[in-house]
T-cell receptor, first 114, second 110 residues
Framework: DAGVTQSPTHLIKTRGQQVTLRCSPK?????VSWYQQALGQGPQFIFQ???????QRGNFPDRFSGHQFPNYSSELNVNALLLGDSALYLC?????????????FGSGTQLSVL | TQLLEQSPQFLSIQEGENLTVYCNSS?????LQWYRQEPGEGPVLLVT?????EVKKLKRLTFQFGDARKDSSLHITAAQPGDTGLYLC??????????FGTGTRLTIIP
């Protein structure tokens, strides 16, 4: 039973570029949430997708966008990258969009913006 | 945005010692979770507490939820090197999404 998988594991970009991160949820899960974890901080909620729609969003600018596909996998897109976007981006899956008590996290994508 | 404060921020102790870390908020949690995160990995859920005053045990780890549901503690007995990691508390406030604290980075010295 595969857990949450994320790709790539590491990524280096320069300011102004765009990036796409990918996530496959745990088998049987239909909801994907994305979190940003800056160095030395706890994860911060970006947004959550369920039934291919964004259901809730945290305090992140419109440069951060996402998508969920019919197979429940998801992408996180960040445009016009800033140095401050450097962080570990975590994907978490769950069954049901309002069931945060059972989140399973992937290992994350470490994004470095130079 | 709700804030969760965790203390201490860093803790380094010898193997075999006991320790307690804390999670506090000025607001009432609907539920609270504790996670452990190791370097290069995502957080792994340890426990969820829902009822004020609730105590849950997971081997050498004891989790307590405050009576007023505004605070929680994690106590580790006879710490082992494998307990090393970042301990995160995360709370649900009403209908908001899970909010994480900044974590306690625990190092157990063999």
């Amino acid at each position: 039973d595969a857990g949450v998988t994320q790709s790539p594991t590491h990524l280096i970009k320069t300011r102004g570029q765009q990036v796409t991160l990918r996530c496959s949820p745990k088998s049987g899960h239909d909801t994907v949430s994305w979190y940003q974890q800056a160095l030395g901080q706890g994860p911060q909620f970006i947004f959550q997708y369920y039934e291919e729609e964004e259901r809730q969003r945290g305090n992140f600018p419109d440069r951060f966008s996402g998508h969920q596909f019919p197979n429940y996998s998801s992408e996180l897109n960040v445009n016009a990258l800033l140095l401050g976007d450097s962080a570990l981006y975590l994907c978490a899956s769950s069954l049901g969009w309002n069931r945060d008590e059972k989140l399973f996290f992937g290992s994350g994508t470490q994004l470095s913006v130079l | 945005t709700q804030l969760l404060e965790q203390s201490p921020q860093f803790l380094s102790i010898q193997e075999g010692e006991n320790l307690t870390v804390y999670c506090n908020s000025s607001s009432v949690f609907s539920s609270l979770q504790w996670y452990r995160q190791e370097p290069g990995e995502g957080p792994v859920l340890l426990v969820t507490v829902v009822t004020g005053g609730e105590v849950k045990k997971l081997k050498r780890l004891t989790f307590q939820f405050g009576d007023a549901r505004k605070d929680s503690s994690l106590h580790i007995t006879a710490a082992q090197p494998g307990d090393t990691g970042l301990y995160l508390c995360a709370g649900v406030f009403g209908n908001e999404k899970l909010t994480f604290g900044t974590g306690t980075r625990l190092t157990i010295i063999p």
